[in-house]
């Protein structure tokens, strides 16, 4: 199937005058004020093991560690006789969320208020964090397009990544340096979590990717009421730790910042990302090790997400959080007007590449389907 930036036929029922069939990404368009974004409530986690198996339990959770304040972590130690890679080439889409919904089915629907035309879950998107945080930041991006397929099932619109032919030739070409250093963030994390309350790290044992605790959380982005699911790295043990989400702790590495020019591009592209990552599941704060280039960390941080805004100030021509919600919004908004047809077998397939509008197509009964038939008979189709 291509995915050339040709546009489809208008859906059937959106073809009356308000329909449009590309939305900007012009960054001066959603420089509008802060829209509604309700503080997130977990509804629910779950776990996926070391042979990813899906559990309905938070078994995988990990408990946050105080670095000492002069770390000795090698970040390359492993990388060769202790490292269990997780299968990328096996497409998840949103399985293991629809698993968690169907094993939660009754929770979800009792939240739904009583008298309500809503959709039958009580939420109007679903989808995962990561999908959301590319979503933010796509007015911005001047390097990565994105594919995003989107069903509307019982009035709740899904959504879901597709992989770019680019995206897929990045993967391939990937050099045995770069690979490592995918390896090096996952290590960061094991030296600072443990598996239980009263444990300490253990940097002698194997970095498995296929392990995860993921949170699932609700809350509403204008009038977009949200349930997705994001893995989070760790969770503060302390006694006097707040409920999840704000227990939360993501843990990232970043190259040393040696110069002012490491430090405004820092400032510029990677608070931006680590910013929208866990301002959406009401994570917040970071964990940060800096790491020289032969993968030693030379120290950490500690980023509280309420204050990336003013921490950026001081940049001329930034990245302004706003701006990326409200692009959100609209995207959904968007989403909403063109997908009209409430059906497991339509997906409509939004394009987006840089300097570019995001478009659209339509397909029935393709290999783009994304909702399976055990989910969907679960819903009680
Ligand atoms: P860093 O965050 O330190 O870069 P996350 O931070 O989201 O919990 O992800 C854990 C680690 O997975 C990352 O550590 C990085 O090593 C790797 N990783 C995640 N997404 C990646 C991506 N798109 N490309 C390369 N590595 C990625
Ligand atoms: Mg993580
Ligand atoms: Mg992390």
């Known amino acids: ?39 997130p409530v977990e509804v629910g986690s779950f776990s996926l093991d070391s042979e990813r198996r899906f559990f309905n339990d938070a078994r995988q959770i990990r408990y946050f560690v105080e670095p000492p304040s002069r770390p000795d972590f090698n970040l390359r130690d492993g990388y060769k006789d202790r490292f269990v890679k997780r299968d990328d080439s096996i497409k998840e889409k949103l399985d293991h969320i629809l698993r968690w919904i169907l094993a939660n089915k009754s929770k979800l629907e009792s939240r739904v208020a009583a008298a309500s035309s809503s959709p039958a879950l009580g939420v109007d998107v679903v989808t995962w964090r990561g999908h959301l945080t590319k979503l933010l930041t796509t007015p911005y991006e001047t390097r990565e397009g994105w594919l995003l397929a989107a069903t509307l099932f019982r009035g709740t619109l899904y959504l879901s990544e597709v992989e770019t032919e680019a995206s897929r030739r990045d993967t391939e070409n990937r050099t045995e340096r770069h690979q490592e250093m995918m390896y090096w ?21 194997v970095v498995n990717t296929n392990e995860a605790f993921c949170t699932v959380v609700q809350t509403k982005l204008a009038d977009h009421k949200l349930l997705f699911s994001g893995e989070v790295d760790c969770r503060d043990r302390g006694t006097k730790s707040p409920a999840a989400p704000a227990c939360y702790i993501e843990l990232k590495t970043s190259a040393e910042i040696c110069t002012p020019k490491q430090r405004s591009n820092f400032h510029r592209f990677k608070l931006l990302k680590w910013w929208a990552q866990s301002f959406l599941p009401g994570v917040p704060r970071i964990v940060a090790g800096f790491r020289d280039p032969d993968g030693l960390v030379v120290g950490t941080e500690t980023i509280h997400i309420s204050q990336i805004s003013h921490l950026i100030k001081n940049e001329y021509n930034c990245w ?15 989403v909403r007007t063109v997908v009209r047809e409430d059906s497991p077998r339509v997906v409509h397939l939004f394009s987006w590449d840089p300097h570019q509008d995001v478009t659209y197509t339509v397909h029935r009964d393709s290999s783009y389907c994304f909702l399976p038939p055990w989910y969907v008979e679960g819903m009680g189709s």
Do not use: I, W
């Open 185 to 205: 963030g996952y290590k960061f994390e094991q030296y600072l979590c443990a598996e239980d309350m009263k444990a300490s790290p253990d940097p002698g044992g």
């Open 1 to 39: 199937p291509s995915h050339s930036p040709h546009r489809a036929d208008p859906a059937p029922l959106s073809s009356s005058a308000s329909s449009c069939r590309a939305l900007s990404t012009r960054r001066q368009l959603y420089e509008k004020p802060f829209p509604v974004y309700k503080q």
């Open 320 to 334: 302004k959080p706003t701006v990326c919600m409200n692009f959100c919004s609209e995207f959904l908004s968007f």
